[in-house]
């Protein structure tokens, strides 16, 4: 019986190390929602990207094209600039960032990277330049510097340390047993989600892409992680093309241009001020979003207060 049983636990063993692998591949694959396979043109010239320029041209698109989601949009982010994306769930909003990846392709219209339509250039170079801090990041079960450095792989440790200084995680790190040795992920220590977001900061800056995409948390964070965090993202985003998914308004207000997506159509564009002029739906869902987060303060500070 013993014979028999080290061997069974060795099997043990190797499928919870397997199903762990397959876990973290698809969480990742989940987090990046790929799905349908696009296929490069054969000998697909790879992008050149020189400032940045993301350009959105009459584009439609639908995941069953019997039912179109994005209705023909049309918007610029020029080079360095911040174009944030509002509008009700389900309105498209993420759906404009997984284009912009080339995740799916679309129906009709362009999408280009500094004057290339990047479906006529290899999807890899796409990606390689286009840096994501996403809601929800996967941490590989290994230690925080890996998980910072998965930026670029090459990175030195001094780099390291300097991206978790910026993206305000590396007083967290330096207080933990292991510092930046610490195992995190499945098996490791449980970062909260405001952690998790900053290590991906990190690993944005170390990539240092000439685009940017935010996709921010729909998830409440406490007041001093979200301000820590919006200094993180404002550094990362400072002089980068940045396109921000953005649920809550309060984060968008310096955008230089704020688009609001309703039903998968453009219905208002401008600046926070102009949109709060014009009086329509943005001005609506800012004085709702107003209201909620009075009435979350009231509620705090009535359970203070017991
Ligand atoms: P939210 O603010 O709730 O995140 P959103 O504006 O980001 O919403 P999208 O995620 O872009 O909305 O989704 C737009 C529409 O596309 C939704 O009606 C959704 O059901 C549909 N959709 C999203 N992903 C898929 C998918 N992988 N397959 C089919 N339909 C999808």
Do not use: C
Request: cysteine-free; glycine content about 8%.
């Amino acid at each position: 019986l013993m014979q028999l049983s080290i061997p069974l636990n060795f099997i043990g063993f190797i499928y919870r190390e397997i199903r762990q692998g397959l876990t973290d591949i698809e969480a990742m694959f989940d987090l990046l929602e790929v799905e349908a396979e696009v296929k490069d043109p054969a000998d697909a010239p790879t992008l050149q990207v020189s400032e940045g320029a993301v350009r959105f041209e009459d584009v439609r698109f639908g995941y069953d094209p019997a039912r179109e989601i994005l209705k023909g949009i049309s918007f610029d982010v020029p080079p360095g600039k911040s174009v944030a994306i509002v509008g009700p769930s389900g309105a498209g909003k993420s759906t404009v960032s997984r284009l912009l990846f080339r995740f799916y392709d679309i129906q009709s219209g362009r999408i280009l990277i500094d004057g290339q339509d990047i479906a006529g250039v290899q999807q890899e170079s796409v990606r390689a330049a286009i840096g994501i801090v996403p809601q929800d990041t996967v941490l590989f079960n290994d230690t925080i510097t890996y998980n910072i450095r998965y930026g670029r792989i090459g990175a030195r440790e001094a780099e390291v340390r300097r991206a978790a200084e910026l993206a305000q995680i590396a007083g967290f790190i330096q207080e933990l047993p292991d510092g930046f040795d610490s195992m995190v992920g499945e098996r490791g220590l449980k970062l909260s989600g405001g952690e998790k977001q900053r290590v991906a900061i990190a690993r944005t800056i170390l990539k240092a892409p000439p685009i940017l995409v935010l996709d921010e948390a729909t998830s409440a964070l406490d007041t001093h992680t979200e301000q820590e965090i919006q200094t993180a993202l404002d550094l990362v985003s400072k002089e980068r093309t940045t396109l921000t998914i953005a649920h809550r308004l309060s984060t968008i207000i310096d955008a230089d241009e704020i688009i609001v997506l309703k039903s998968g159509e453009i219905v208002e564009r401008g600046s926070h001020r102009e949109l709060l002029e014009a009086d329509g739906l943005y001005a609506e869902m800012w004085a709702m979003q107003r209201e909620a987060t009075e009435a979350e303060e009231a509620l705090r500070r009535a359970r203070e207060a017991d």
